[in-house]
T-cell receptor
Framework: DIQLTQSPSSLSASIGDRVTITCQASQDISNYLNWYQQKAGEAPKLLIYDVSNLETGVPSRFSGSGSGTDFTFTITSLRPEDIATYYC?????????FGGGTKVDIK | QVLLVQSGAEVKKPGASVKISCKASGYTFISHAIHWVRQAPGQRPEWMGWINLAYGNTKYSQKFQGRLSLTRDTSASTAYMELSSLRSEDTALYYCARGSLEVPAGAFDIGGQGTMVTVSS
């Protein structure tokens, strides 16, 4: 199975801060990488697919970049409603796998 | 409004089976795949498999091969997940999730509310 390593596992930031999360794959996954937001008690919500494509309705403060094995997810200006855990997920190979998650809260 | 509504919480004994339903509304049922994902408390999501609702073909994670069955009833706009030979490690929150249009086999855009399955003797 393809392993995804996310860092950091948690972070605290102030409203308006830029937040960056990285995701490293155990092998080349091309651009088959998605990002999800999960709030407590809810299913993961797709934010970005294929590295950098914003899902319909997702605010433009969310963005993604990268290719191959190294990927980055950015929130350009953190808002209170962004408090959640964020996961990367690959679909280069089955099974689909997720990173360990990054818990984002307000400083 | 797109909704996936799952059946209620289950408590099962080791060795038993559980079958969870996922009723879709607000969109054309067969136009999207359905994925099943589970999440143990404090753990990352774990993908179990997906079903093409138009044709009924499935893909399962090797981890669940032989224990997992995904089916659907198109007339009822409902997908089902059945997991057999339950063990304590299967205790988790189980989600159905709609495959995205852009990446139907690789991403999911809407999830159900989750069904808690507890396996305990």
């Amino acid at each position: 199975d393809i392993q995804l390593t996310q860092s950091p596992s948690s972070l605290s930031a102030s409203i308006g801060d830029r937040v960056t999360i990285t995701c490293q794959a155990s092998q080349d996954i091309s651009n088959y990488l998605n990002w999800y937001q999960q709030k407590a008690g809810e299913a993961p919500k797709l934010l970005i697919y294929d590295v950098s494509n914003l899902e319909t309705g997702v605010p433009s403060r969310f963005s993604g970049s990268g290719s191959g094995t190294d990927f980055t997810f950015t929130i350009t200006s953190l808002r209170p409603e962004d408090i959640a855990t964020y996961y990367c997920q690959q679909y280069e190979n089955l099974p689909l796998t997720f990173g360990g998650g990054t818990k984002v809260d307000i400083k | 409004q797109v909704l996936l509504v799952q059946s209620g919480a289950e408590v099962k004994k080791p060795g038993a089976s559980v079958k969870i339903s996922c009723k879709a509304s607000g969109y054309t049922f067969i136009s999207h795949a359905i994925h099943w994902v589970r999440q143990a408390p404090g753990q990352r999501p774990e993908w179990m498999g997906w079903i093409n609702l138009a044709y009924g073909n499935t893909k399962y994670s090797q981890k669940f091969q032989g224990r997992l069955s995904l089916t659907r009833d198109t007339s009822a706009s409902t997908a089902y997940m059945e997991l057999s030979s339950l063990r304590s490690e299967d205790t988790a929150l189980y989600y159905c999730a709609r495959g995205s249009l852009e990446v139907p086999a690789g991403a999911f855009d809407i999830g159900g509310q989750g069904t808690m399955v507890t396996v305990s003797s």
